[in-house]
């Protein structure tokens, strides 16, 4: 005989653990299945090379959701988040453009470029905050069934057209323009300085298949302003120990409210009985059952590979199947046998040093213009990597020594646009060209990069989607944009947990709110499972 | 207080400024109410960019645009309008080529459904149901259009009527409706063709239709919403709205004008505002660039919002925000014209065809809008042509024709080079090519051609940065956001002054519906 | 790096304790000497040498120069006569204060704007149309104030000028003789922040040593000493001059509408002119002049008497604070908190207890008693106080 449980959630990543997690502190009898050997997904360290250690995904954390750390006590069971200080944007004519923690020291340094932005980053500042403040509760919110007349969904129709009143005209003009623009776009009406809004719209665009021209990526500027808010810990921030170290105190922390959690155990589909869910198999025929099944997969994996479409209604099998995932991103993650030196930040006098050190422990955006950064989207746009890519990098052995050996260091480079459908696919061929582009674009900012190489991991689109299961090797399970968010995700009346089969849930980013380890899908599925399950 | 306008009582309630398509559906609507109205125009004559343009004698092409666009039947009720234009239906079937073998025709009716089958069985079956969407969706954005947009607050009665009527418009949708309004509006017009459909040639039309008067390409975010403005006109998948105007898009201008006259109001050519005239927050009136002062309580600008707000009034005596957001209105014109005088019929390749287009998959799109981004002409352009003698051979002498294309992307501001002569006769030329390419034997029959940059588009209409729509249609600067949201009901900060032009809600290609929307604000606003 | 200003190369070697605090993105000198009383008593009894050059500074010249201040202030700049300086606010469109600062005419189309934000953006945003050159000069003009009665007497030293003639809120060209014989150009304008006779110098950063040296030298018989931001706040408390940031929140910085305050509720009523040309936030001022602000910025005076007897309580001798304090201390009327204290101070010269304070109108007139919140041995106690007119302290020296 199994043992049988109460709730068994489908994927150890982020969200299928906090899922587990809250469902373990309701006293609940939980078992987490993951198919690799380790729990995370996507937010995973793994030392790939002896002595050096990545944070091979998903690099930085932003959101994690406060009250996660909170309720879970993850300080107690390991979570440690250095703050990143800076981000030091190489510019084409050899300067640099500098944001620091202070504000002082932001306004000085942007002031040298452009006295009247300089001005404008406090009063946009302030925008932003206004914004990220209102679309908060959004974020904490059930999303109503906009088509529905039952009583519950036009109480949430009323909640949210009461909030969105309740900004006030100013506001609720500035979000809907937020919500609809391109980021180049709403900057512009901001900024002139190029590599500015360059930095600040590559921002908008990480995970989506949109350049900063497009719109509907204006919002995505709210992400940086949006963890500030919480105050408790610095909003964007490294875990120690790389993105790992988050995976890891999330399941200790299950572990501890007396979760189950098995590696090694893929999920191959779910069973039903009578339109209801009522277990799990796994691909070696085990079988597990609970009257909850809670899967943290992206909807792809979630409806149409672990059941029969068949089963499903077929309006929602079709906004399943239309549900846009469109991976763009790829990883570089390099072993270094010295730091990369920028010329931007060369020279010997005592206060260059100091900025340099400054630098190395803060983040470096290889986006010195809008149109560099449209440029890559263009490759993308006709299934090309990107020959001169947008670039995020952090060298996490400056922040947290461990990553690497004395004196060696890590360098995690994020990398967009690599789409997933590269032509002629993501051939080993491709994936090294990738890797080239990458390097040879950083080593134009910093020429001792490639002598400096000992390893180098290039990660794909379809690495991605291979390694972590993301469909399309999409990082957020799904696209963010307006027609993929709060009601629409994953699919209209589906988007508070549910789904057409009874007993089965769902809780990854690819549900609301989704998006970067904010957390909040699986926590608030969890209280939904909870509360009518 | 200006003592001048002290003693002398207003001697119009309202003035026009402007003699375009909405300008004149304002002052007719106005005037049949009672009110004695002004029109004022710069120009020689009226119509503004809805005026014909003469190639060479005898040969008469639209200027700016050659699709009057929706016309609701309110408007030609409410203003008489069968009395002064004669409006046709017309099939005008518009033939869309892919530059090799493929080609498909649209009627008014959508696409040919036995070409599109021949290229795609599977199209051909889900077009009945896609057409239905459009229909609905397109159906609903009228009912939204066709009286000002609710305000949020909803303290006002009509407020209150519009929003009712609005919603029972969309909950009238249906369930699975409802939620495509809501998904549909924010995508990119490449996205939502490609869940329905896949061959390239009919999703290259189709998205055309999105990207029209936009400087954007079809994988823009909000490209669908554009999409389904431009098909509240017409029936689904038609490339035009399917009427026609006997005489042309200027007849249309001039029958308005008719229409207004004879209802009591006065229409003065050749007489430029210069000035809009205002004391103490409220307007009294404008001076002409003559120094002519007339007095009037009521001033209702067809102009655009820039022109209208920070050149004809003093911006100095409005709110910074104000100024601000008007100042930061998005223009980006990246369409132009070129008219060509023909010796023959053009091989448009349809049976009574009348136009055709140059739209041959999404991505020659894209690639023609990217090269808009970096401030180029576009080097393979997506072009519109119509051959408006093909129904009206009045409009040139015996056996000859007119053809007019609109051309994307050419953008107003070039990064290098500019609009002048050279700049001109280079776009000339590679329309010319594009069209050869696709139309074959056309060439040899051109006598001569006429080209409208954007920046003549500016200088001879207005159109501010050369947008036919003063201000780029997009999700962020319509209905309740356009032209700004402190007047997306026409009226402004200056008391007493309206705005009614395409600039307003809802936007271009639309026959007057913003002018006539402006026209029962100011009605409804009474008595100044 | 925080910035330094000119006169840093010498600041920096009479700042004793290395006692900076941060001001406009600079280093300010808090105080020179380890504790600040003698720079207190420089400002009212000698005479006190401040760097303000941290101080936002702008330049706006055109024929339209000052048709963009006056949309932006509050105050009538279009009568603001050539040589002539005035102190201002300006406001958002809801006439909300952005923040205030000077306005100095210095010929026909020449305006130099201070502020303690910067203004850069808000001047341009207003400039649509006008024909006027906005300059930044905020690091191109090193500024001093020289404040105390013995002001005028050190600044005729080094500038060799009889300053008689130059008047309260005026300002001139002049030259002074730099240490080592070198020709020194400045403005000098009779204003400062002390309520006190003073200048403020305003000058090219490349003579800021040359000037500071001269008038260091000439100071010595005249018992100047370099001050710091500490002994300013007491002086300014006294003067009843409020500033920005902590005892208002300028509107671009709000983040909720409590935290904005109009002219008329910081009691600046007479910095607003109504009736001259549209200006930001006109409409709103004139609808709240005509129903009356709910709030006015008003002196509080703690009860000597009051305070004594708390501390008798518990056997201590009343203790007043060292320092100006800057913290939101409330105000009660009865059980109920009705306004609050934004900065307040002991002055040494007046031995009193004294705060600046934001009460309801109806608790604004002068002598009303209120309850002022201090804590005695770690208990919260109340001490009644009175509220007082502005400035507590005004000495004729200032306008003479």
Redesign the interface.
């Known amino acids: 005989m199994t043992p049988r449980y109460d709730a068994i959630v489908i994927g150890g990543g982020h969200n299928g653990l906090i899922n587990a997690a809250y469902l373990a502190r309701a006293g609940r009898k939980v078992l987490v299945l993951e198919r690799r050997e380790l729990v995370g997904g996507a937010a995973v360290s793994e030392q790939v090379f002896p002595g050096f250690t990545f944070s091979v995904f998903s690099y930085v954390v932003s959101l994690l959701r406060p009250e996660i750390i909170r309720e879970l006590n993850l300080p107690a069971h390991g979570l440690h988040v250095l703050p990143l200080e800076s981000t030091v944007t190489p510019m084409l004519n050899g300067d640099y453009l500098a944001g620091w923690a202070d504000h ?2 932001s ?2 340094e942007l002031y040298r470029h452009s ?2 932005d ?3 980053y ?2 946009y500042g ?1 925008l932003m ?2 914004m990220a403040y209102a679309v908060r509760p959004i974020l904490s919110m059930l999303p109503p069934d ?2 529905s007349l039952s009583p519950r969904d036009l109480m949430g129709m009323l909640k949210f057209g009461k909030h ?2 309740s900004l006030g ?1 100013e506001k ?2 500035a979000l ?2 937020l ?4 980021s180049a ?1 709403f900057l512009d ?1 901001w900024f002139e300085f190029d590599t500015l809004k360059a930095t600040k719209s590559a921002s908008g665009i990480i995970g989506t298949f ?1 350049g900063p ?4 990526t204006a919002y995505v500027l709210l992400h940086h302003y949006m963890g500030e808010l919480d105050g408790v810990f610095r909003a964007w921030g490294f875990a120690k120990g790389g993105t790992g170290g988050v995976s890891e105190s999330i399941a200790s922390s299950a572990r501890a409210f007396g979760a189950e959690i098995r590696c090694n155990a893929p999920v191959a589909r779910v069973i039903t009985k009578g339109g209801r869910a009522v277990g799990v198999a796994l691909e070696n025929g085990d079988e597990f059952h609970a009257n909850v099944i809670v899967s943290g997969l992206d909807p792809r994996r979630s409806f149409l590979q672990l059941l029969d479409p068949k089963e499903l209604p077929a ?1 929602f099998a079709d906004a399943i199947r ?1 549900y ?1 995932f469109r991976g763009s991103s790829g990883k570089v993650n390099l072993a270094l046998s010295e730091l990369p030196r920028f010329t931007c930040l060369e020279g010997n006098a005592p ?1 260059r040093a ?1 900025l340099r050190q400054a630098a190395w422990r803060g983040a470096f955006s290889i986006s010195p213009s809008l ?1 560099y950064v ?1 440029r890559a989207f ?1 490759d993308a ?2 299934g090309q990597f990107s020959r001169q890519p947008y670039m995020d990098i952090i060298i996490p052995s400056m922040i947290d020594p461990g990553m690497a050996p004395p004196g060696k260091h890590v360098m995690s480079i994020f990398v967009q646009y690599a789409p997933y459908n590269q032509q002629g696919g993501w051939t080993d061929a491709n994936r090294e060209a990738f890797g080239d582009a990458v390097v040879n674009t950083l080593s134009q900012f910093a020429p001792n990069l490639k002598s400096a190489i000992l390893h180098r991991q290039v990660i794909t689109p379809a690495d991605i989607e291979r390694i972590t299961g993301l469909t399309e090797g999409n990082i957020f399970q799904g696209e963010l ?3 993929q968010l709060f009601f ?1 995700r994953p699919a ?2 589906w988007a508070r947990y549910t789904t057409p089969i009874r007993g089965y849930w769902q809780c990854g980013s690819g549900t609301h709110p989704g998006g970067g380890i904010m957390g909040a899908s699986g926590r608030l599925a969890a209280l939904e499972i909870l509360e009518h399950g | 207080m200006n003592p001048a306008v002290q003693v002398r009582r207003a001697a119009y309630d309202a003035i026009v400024i402007g003699a375009g398509v909405n300008s004149l559906a304002a002052a007719a609507t106005l005037a049949k109410a009672g009110r004695t109205v002004l029109v004022l125009e710069r120009r020689a004559a009226v119509g503004g960019a809805g005026s014909a343009l003469e190639i060479e004698p005898g040969f008469h092409a639209d200027a700016a645009y050659d699709d009057i666009g929706w016309i609701p039947s309110s408007l030609v009720r409410d203003l008489d309008l069968t009395r002064h234009v004669r409006i046709v239906s017309s099939a005008m079937p518009v033939v869309a080529a892919d530059g090799n073998d493929a080609s498909l025709t649209f009627t008014a009716s959508g696409p040919d459904l036995d070409g599109l089958r021949r290229l795609s069985p599977r199209d051909a079956s889900r077009w009945p149901e896609f057409a239905g969407r459009v229909a609905a969706i397109a159906g609903f954005l009228r009912t939204l259009y066709a009286a000002p947009v609710p305000d949020t607050a909803l303290d006002q009665a009509g407020d209150l009527r519009t929003a009712l009527r609005l919603a029972l418009k969309y909950r009238g949708l249906g369930r699975r409706d409802m939620v495509e309004v809501l998904r549909v509006l924010p995508m990119s017009v490449a996205e939502w063709l490609d869940d329905w459909f896949e061959h390239p040639l009919l999703k290259g039309a189709l998205a055309a239709r999105g990207v029209t008067h936009s400087a954007f390409g079809p994988r823009a975010a909000g490209t669908a919403f554009v999409f389904l403005h431009h098909q509240v006109a017409a029936r689904p998948g038609a490339m035009r709205s399917g009427l026609r105007v006997e005489g042309g898009i200027g007849a249309f201008a001039a029958g308005l004008a008719r229409a207004a006259q004879a209802a009591g109001a006065e229409v003065r050519t050749g007489a430029e505002v210069r000035r809009i005239t205002a004391a103490r927050g409220a307007v009294d009136g404008v001076e002409l660039a003559s120094g002519e002062r007339i007095a009037a309580a009521r001033v209702v600008s067809g102009a655009s919002p820039r022109h209208t707000f920070l050149e004809l009034c003093d911006p100095a005596r409005l709110e910074p925000g104000f100024v601000h957001a008007v100042s930061r209105i998005r223009y980006r014109g990246a369409f132009a014209r070129v008219h060509f005088s023909l010796d023959g019929l053009p091989p448009l390749g349809g049976d009574r065809a009348s136009g055709a287009l140059v739209a041959p998959d999404m991505d020659y799109l894209e690639r023609a809008a990217d090269d808009a981004k970096y401030g180029r002409a576009s080097e393979r352009p997506f072009v519109r042509a119509f051959v408006p003698t093909v129904a009206d051979p009045s409009r040139a002498p015996e056996g000859k024709h007119v053809l007019s294309a609109h051309v994307q992307y050419a953008p107003y501001r070039l990064r290098e080079g500019r609009w002048d002569d050279a700049g001109r006769e280079a776009l000339g030329d590679r329309v010319m090519d594009t069209l050869e390419r696709y139309l074959p034997g056309l060439k040899a029959l051109v006598r001569r051609r006429e080209v409208l940059t954007p920046v003549d588009l500016e200088r001879e209409f207005g159109l501010p940065e050369g947008h036919a729509y003063h201000g780029e249609l997009a999700l962020d600067q319509a209905m309740f956001m356009r032209p700004v949201p402190a007047c997306s009901h026409y009226r402004s900060p200056v008391r007493g002054l309206y705005v009614c032009g395409p600039g307003a809600h809802p936007g271009g290609g639309t026959a007057g519906v913003a002018g006539a929307n402006a026209a029962r604000t100011v009605l409804a606003d009474g008595a100044p | 790096m925080l910035k330094q200003t000119p006169f840093h190369p010498r600041t920096s070697l009479l700042c004793q304790g290395q006692n900076w605090r941060r001001w406009a993105g600079h280093l300010a000198a808090s105080s020179y000497d380890l504790v600040h009383d003698r720079e207190y008593h420089a400002i009212r009894n000698a005479a006190a040498l401040l760097d303000v050059s941290p101080l936002y500074k702008y330049l706006v010249t055109g024929p339209d120069a000052a048709r963009l201040l006056d949309r932006v202030v509050t105050r009538d700049i279009g009568k603001l006569a050539p040589g002539r300086v005035v102190y201002t606010t300006w406001c958002d469109s809801g006439g909300k204060v952005i923040d205030d600062g000077t306005v100095a005419r210095l010929d026909d189309r020449r305006f130099r704007m201070t502020s303690a934000d910067p203004t850069f953006r808000l001047l341009h945003e207003n400039a649509h149309g006008l024909r006027v050159d906005i300059a930044d000069v905020s690091e191109s003009t090193a500024a001093l104030a020289l404040q105390g009665p013995n002001a005028r007497a050190v600044l005729e030293e080094v500038t060799g000028g009889d300053l008689a003639g130059l008047r309260y809120f005026h300002v001139t060209a002049a030259t002074a003789r730099g240490a080592g014989g070198t020709r020194v150009p400045l403005e000098i304008s009779r204003t400062g922040y002390t309520g006190d006779l003073g200048y403020e110098l305003w000058l090219d950063p490349k003579d800021a040593l040359a000037l500071w040296d001269a008038l260091m030298a000439a100071g010595v018989a005249y018992g100047l000493a370099p001050t710091g931001m500490m002994a300013l706040d007491i002086a300014r408390i006294e003067a009843g001059l409020m500033l920005a940031d902590v005892d208002y929140v300028g509107a671009l910085k709000a983040l909720i509408p409590s935290q904005l305050s109009s002219p008329y509720e910081l009691s600046l009523d007479w910095t607003v002119k109504l009736d001259k040309d549209h200006f930001t936030g006109r409409d709103a001022l004139a609808a709240e002049r005509a129903r009356g602000p709910a709030w006015r910025f008003v002196g509080i005076q703690v009860d000597w008497n009051a305070l004594e007897a708390l501390y008798a309580a518990v056997d201590l001798p009343p203790r007043v604070p060292t320092a100006a304090w800057r913290a939101s201390v409330p105000l009660y009327d009865g059980e109920l908190q009705v306004g609050y204290c934004t900065s307040g101070c002991w002055s040494p010269l007046l031995k009193q207890y004294i705060a600046l304070a934001h009460v309801p109108s109806r608790f604004a007139a002068p002598g009303t008693r209120l309850d002022f919140e201090v804590t005695v041995e770690h208990r919260r106690k109340r001490a009644a106080c009175h509220v007082r007119k502005t400035p507590f302290l005004d000495p004729p020296r200032k306008r003479a």
């Open positions: 002082d020291l306004r000085q006295p009247q300089a001005d404008a406090d009063e302030r905050h206004h906009p088509t969105m009143r005209d609720f003009h809907h323009k919500m609809t623009m391109s776009d009406e949109l021209r497009s719109p509907g309006d239309r846009k206060a100091m149109d449209e263009d746009k006709y944009a307006l027609h629409f209209p009346a």
